[in-house]
């Protein structure tokens, strides 16, 4: 689903963004010292889009949400494979089309009120009703339980990779009914199953959580207290870094890189940037125009430039290094300025002459990316603007479908190749507006085969897919890159970028 992961999946993917937390107040106010108190310190430059799954769109947000609302399950450290959460055993019957989980024993949220699978029941209906990401589960029929640590999930189909889906945080476990609250009471300030209970917090300013003594996993979480801000700025970030005001900082531009030194962990390639065209009015909806546009741009250049060696030409609009990946059955594209002036001289809109690009302001990658994309344009005649929006501007634009352009970046949130197919759909095609008929049919395809070539031969179908119709196009892949302090033990990220709070211990 989790860069920026959206919103109808994820799921997805997040999407990706760049965030900053620290120990600090948020703005341009002094940081105090890190301390050793069990206080982790988490920088980002990107905002938190709110405790509602369903409206999760950056990773700021997912890394966030896995620190208080807990799903059934669990990814691997290594984000190869799904472990077990709440649930501590999941089996799948495919003639009876139902997956069983079994929660663990003596589950509570962090009130200390017991959590059963009548919570998990009424949860599933939750995410169902979900207006971004609920059409992931449409698969579910129902879920019974025959005692009060099962729940049976029923299938409309086939269905192998649920025990994935069921590890998004779009798959969080509420109290039934809320607890007596409304929905927008309750998202307000959640009580949950995870690791932290919030103690205070705001969209874009600081956030502070602290140990839920009601926690299912023994010993967890090491912490007594997470404190992430919202730091805009990458050198503010960096200086405070270094000055161990903050333990972590996520999502480092790979502009910023440097200034971190032997602290910076860079994760393998599991990111895809791309850009993404407006199909639901003029000029965009004119497929030529889009490729002639796709054939304009030096991806070189980005790769080279603005990823800065963390960076690597792209092979299709998939995020790689997840199960089932698979290349498109053809090259992707590659500058070409002659093809590029051939299919805009072809186009019905041949005579457009000015476009606008909307990117996340907290991104500095993002910022680089959008210059040499400005500056490729104006090689074949087009003028573009580029706007850089605060994070929830920027996905407010994405969602609406109110630009021409959008320059964003997304991976996965768990370890199966099915996550960015979920969070395409979610996203209307990358926020294109495109058709989303076709990659649901082959969303479904895919969770209903066991298969891994049939899984890969569906994934080349939707690569080949997007360079046929270039309604979005793949700019480079790229590393995610994390700073974490030498005074961190038990950080373990994925692929994403997403780690767990609760594993982390903290000390001198």
Same mark, same amino acid.
């Given at each position: 689903?989790?860069?920026?992961?959206?919103?109808?999946?994820?799921?997805?993917?997040?999407?990706?963004?760049?965030?900053?937390?620290?120990?600090?107040?948020?703005?341009?106010?002094?940081?105090?010292?890190?301390?050793?108190?069990?206080?982790?310190?988490?920088?980002?430059?990107?905002?938190?889009?709110?405790?509602?799954?369903?409206?999760?769109?950056?990773?700021?947000?997912?890394?966030?949400?896995?620190?208080?609302?807990?799903?059934?399950?669990?990814?691997?450290?290594?984000?190869?494979?799904?472990?077990?959460?709440?649930?501590?055993?999941?089996?799948?019957?495919?003639?009876?089309?139902?997956?069983?989980?079994?929660?663990?024993?003596?589950?509570?949220?962090?009130?200390?009120?017991?959590?059963?699978?009548? /919570?998990?029941?009424?949860?599933?209906?939750?995410?169902?009703?979900?207006?971004?990401?609920?059409?992931?589960?449409?698969?579910?029929?129902?879920?019974?339980?025959?005692?009060?640590?099962?729940?049976?999930?029923?299938?409309?189909?086939?269905?192998?990779?649920?025990?994935?889906?069921?590890?998004?945080?779009?798959?969080?476990?509420?109290?039934?009914?809320?607890?007596?609250?409304?929905?927008?009471?309750?998202?307000?300030?959640?009580?949950?199953?995870?690791?932290?209970?919030?103690?205070?917090?705001?969209?874009?300013?600081?956030?502070?959580?602290?140990?839920?003594?009601?926690?299912?996993?023994?010993?967890?979480?090491?912490? @007594?207290?997470?404190?992430? /801000?919202?730091?805009?700025?990458?050198?503010?970030?960096?200086?405070?870094?270094?000055?161990?005001?903050?333990?972590?900082? @996520?999502?480092?531009?790979?502009?910023?890189?440097?200034?971190?030194?032997?602290?910076?962990?860079?994760?393998?390639?599991?990111?895809?940037?791309?850009?993404?065209?407006?199909?639901?009015?003029?000029?965009?909806?004119?497929?030529?125009?889009?490729?002639?546009?796709?054939?304009?741009? #030096?991806?070189?250049?980005?790769?080279?430039?603005?990823?800065?060696?963390?960076?690597?030409?792209?092979?299709?609009?998939?995020?790689?290094?997840?199960?089932?990946?698979?290349?498109?059955?053809?090259?992707?594209?590659?500058?070409?300025?002659?093809?590029?002036?051939?299919?805009?001289?072809?186009?019905?809109?041949? #005579?457009?002459?000015?476009? @606008?690009?909307?990117? #996340?302001?907290?991104?500095?990658?993002?910022?680089?990316?959008?210059?040499?994309?400005?500056?490729?344009?104006?090689?074949?005649?087009?003028?573009?603007?580029?706007?850089?929006?605060?994070?929830?501007?920027?996905?407010?634009?994405?969602?609406?479908?109110?630009?021409?352009?959008?320059?964003?970046?997304?991976?996965?949130?768990?370890?199966?190749?099915? #996550?960015?197919?979920?969070?395409?759909?979610?996203?209307?095609?990358?926020?294109?507006?495109?058709?989303?008929?076709?990659?649901?049919?082959?969303?479904?395809?895919?969770?209903?085969?066991?298969?891994? @070539?049939?899984?890969?031969?569906?994934?080349?179908?939707?690569?080949?897919?997007?360079?046929?119709?270039?309604?979005?196009?793949?700019?480079?892949?790229?590393?995610?890159?994390?700073?974490?302090?030498?005074?961190?033990?038990?950080?373990?990220?994925?692929?994403?970028?997403?780690?767990?709070?609760?594993?982390?211990?903290?000390?001198?």
């Amino acid at each position: 689903m989790p860069r920026s992961v959206t919103q109808a999946l994820s799921v997805l993917t997040a999407a990706l963004m760049v965030a900053a937390l620290s120990a600090c107040s948020t703005g341009g106010d002094s940081a105090q010292p890190a301390d050793a108190d069990g206080t982790l310190h988490v920088a980002r430059s990107e905002s938190f889009d709110g405790w509602d799954p369903d409206k999760a769109a950056a990773y700021s947000s997912y890394q966030t949400l896995q620190g208080v609302l807990e799903p059934l399950l669990r990814f691997s450290p290594d984000g190869t494979a799904v472990e077990a959460g709440l649930a501590k055993s999941w089996s799948y019957d495919p003639a009876a089309l139902t997956w069983t989980f079994v929660l663990q024993d003596d589950t509570q949220f962090s009130d200390g009120t017991p959590l059963t699978s009548a /919570d998990v029941a009424f949860s599933a209906g939750v995410w169902a009703d979900g207006s971004n990401y609920g059409s992931l589960y449409a698969n579910i029929t129902g879920v019974s339980t025959p005692d009060d640590r099962t729940a049976v999930f029923a299938l409309a189909t086939p269905d192998t990779t649920l025990p994935v889906l069921m590890t998004w945080s779009s798959s969080a476990i509420f109290p039934t009914d809320f607890g007596g609250k409304t929905r927008d009471e309750y998202f307000a300030k959640p009580v949950a199953a995870g690791a932290f209970v919030i103690a205070d917090w705001s969209p874009g300013g600081q956030i502070t959580l602290e140990k839920n003594e009601h926690y299912y996993q023994p010993g967890r979480p090491y912490l @007594e207290k997470v404190v992430i /801000d919202v730091l805009p700025d990458a050198t503010e970030r960096g200086a405070q870094f270094q000055a161990g005001q903050i333990d972590i900082s @996520e999502y480092v531009g790979a502009s910023d890189a440097k200034q971190y030194g032997d602290s910076l962990v860079a994760l393998p390639a599991g990111q895809v940037e791309h850009l993404s065209f407006n199909t639901t009015r003029a000029p965009l909806d004119d497929p030529q125009l889009r490729k002639a546009i796709a054939y304009a741009i #030096d991806y070189d250049a980005i790769t080279d430039g603005a990823f800065r060696g963390y960076g690597s030409a792209p092979r299709g609009i998939i995020p790689p290094n997840l199960a089932n990946w698979a290349p498109p059955s053809e090259a992707p594209f590659a500058l070409d300025l002659d093809r590029s002036k051939e299919l805009l001289d072809k186009s019905e809109s041949a #005579d457009v002459d000015a476009l @606008e690009v909307v990117y #996340d302001a907290g991104n500095s990658t993002d910022h680089l990316v959008a210059q040499v994309i400005k500056a490729n344009l104006a090689e074949i005649g087009i003028d573009v603007t580029l706007t850089a929006l605060e994070t929830g501007a920027f996905l407010s634009r994405a969602y609406g479908l109110d630009a021409d352009m959008v320059l964003w970046s997304y991976g996965a949130v768990s370890p199966d190749v099915i #996550d960015p197919l979920g969070w395409i759909q979610g996203t209307s095609w990358l926020f294109t507006g495109f058709e989303t008929d076709t990659i649901q049919q082959q969303f479904f395809a895919y969770t209903a085969t066991e298969s891994p @070539e049939e899984k890969q031969q569906i994934v080349t179908a939707v690569q080949d897919e997007a360079l046929e119709n270039a309604q979005a196009i793949s700019l480079s892949e790229f590393q995610v890159l994390h700073a974490v302090s030498p005074r961190i033990s038990g950080f373990a990220a994925a692929p994403w970028g997403m780690y767990y709070w609760d594993t982390i211990k903290v000390g001198e």
